[in-house]
């Protein structure tokens, strides 16, 4: 009889257990990495920070100043990346998902990205020697990750997964690459090691990646796109996202606020036919 009993609050605790963890198919998470502007670099405008209800961020590094604590969701309003960073594809990305999909949808993003960073970084078996040898003025962006950025996207990949789906990959990355004939591999690999990490199937988990600052907007590494739009051919889920029209800072390496959102909004478009698509073709 005490046996019976046990047994049964085991089944009891068992079931509380998964039910606090359960995973609702209607919360659709999205990875986000890369370097500055993907980081954001653009300061945020009023416009860009009434928060819509069905729109999340997983919070990748302590805030106090945000008043936002690690491994933690909230509102999605800038800045998505972290405490001090500005706004990113990522902010229009999700409003444009959410404006999209049904009213039963949540989206959520985390977004993991260092300024400056070459796609090395992110390469989980030799970043360490990349960090070994960042410059000084990088460090401050890498230690809120433990100096381990693709770990930190990993490790708040699977808290994310306890409470939703992971639906797509977006990177915004290349600058520091540029001329790289061999980053379209280089990406391959941290794809494929972020879907074997996470459990993941390619063709239900695309990655969408982002041409820099065009030709026409004088973009100083805009030779880079041609390289960028070769990705799908060595990653057939991946899609390329234009950035011609989207406006950039005198630099000539970022966006403007309105940049930000104009390739933000492609992205989600993208994504947005993707899901038709996979939710066609399951039918």
């Given at each position: 009889?005490?046996?019976?009993?046990?047994?049964?609050?085991?089944?009891?605790?068992l079931t509380l257990q998964s039910t606090a963890?359960?995973?609702?198919?209607n919360f659709y998470i999205f990875l986000c990495?890369?370097?500055?502007?993907?980081?954001?670099?653009?300061?945020?405008?009023?416009?860009?920070?009434?928060?819509?209800?069905?729109?999340?961020?997983?919070?990748?590094?302590?805030?106090?100043?945000?008043?936002?604590?690690?491994?933690?969701?909230?509102?999605?309003?800038?800045?998505?990346?972290?405490?001090?960073?500005?706004?990113?594809?990522?902010?229009?990305?999700?409003?444009?998902?959410?404006?999209?999909?049904?009213?039963?949808?949540?989206?959520?993003?985390?977004?993991?990205?260092?300024?400056?960073?070459?796609?090395?970084?992110?390469?989980?078996?030799?970043?360490?020697?990349?960090?070994?040898?960042?410059?000084?003025?990088?460090?401050?962006?890498?230690?809120?990750?433990?100096?381990?950025?693709?770990?930190?996207?990993?490790?708040?990949?699977?808290?994310?997964?306890?409470?939703?789906?992971?639906?797509?990959?977006?990177?915004?990355?290349?600058?520091?690459?540029?001329?790289?004939?061999?980053?379209?591999?280089?990406?391959?690999?941290?794809?494929?090691?972020?879907?074997?990490?996470?459990?993941?199937?390619?063709?239900?988990?695309?990655?969408?990646?982002?041409?820099?600052?065009?030709?026409?907007?004088?973009?100083?590494?805009?030779?880079?796109?041609?390289?960028?739009?070769?990705?799908?051919?060595?990653?057939?889920?991946?899609?390329?996202?234009?950035?011609?029209?989207?406006?950039?800072?005198?630099?000539?390496?970022?966006?403007?606020?309105?940049?930000?959102?104009?390739?933000?909004?492609?992205?989600?478009?993208?994504?947005?036919?993707?899901?038709?698509?996979?939710?066609?073709?399951?039918k």
């Amino acid at each position: 009889m005490r046996c019976k009993k046990i047994f049964g609050l085991l089944v009891v605790l068992l079931t509380l257990q998964s039910t606090a963890f359960a995973q609702n198919p209607n919360f659709y998470i999205f990875l986000c990495f890369g370097q500055s502007n993907m980081e954001g670099h653009a300061k945020f405008e009023p416009q860009d920070t009434t928060a819509v209800s069905r729109f999340k961020v997983l919070e990748a590094v302590d805030c106090p100043n945000l008043g936002r604590k690690k491994s933690e969701w909230y509102p999605a309003v800038p800045p998505l990346a972290r405490c001090n960073t500005g706004l990113t594809p990522a902010d229009y990305f999700g409003r444009t998902l959410v404006a999209g999909l049904p009213e039963n949808i949540t989206v959520g993003v985390i977004n993991v990205a260092v300024g400056g960073c070459k796609i090395e970084l992110f390469d989980k078996n030799n970043y360490q020697s990349y960090v070994s040898t960042a410059p000084n003025w990088m460090m401050g962006a890498l230690e809120p990750y433990d100096k381990n950025p693709y770990g930190r996207l990993v490790e708040m990949a699977k808290l994310a997964q306890k409470d939703g789906v992971i639906k797509g990959i977006l990177l915004h990355q290349g600058e520091s690459n540029t001329g790289d004939a061999q980053w379209p591999l280089k990406v391959k690999g941290v794809y494929d090691n972020l879907l074997q990490d996470l459990g993941l199937n390619a063709k239900s988990v695309p990655l969408l990646a982002g041409e820099l600052v065009s030709k026409e907007e004088g973009g100083a590494c805009a030779s880079m796109n041609a390289i960028i739009a070769k990705l799908p051919e060595t990653i057939p889920t991946a899609h390329v996202i234009s950035s011609e029209g989207c406006t950039a800072v005198p630099d000539h390496l970022h966006f403007t606020a309105e940049g930000y959102r104009k390739l933000g909004k492609r992205y989600g478009e993208k994504m947005l036919a993707l899901l038709k698509n996979q939710k066609a073709s399951s039918k």
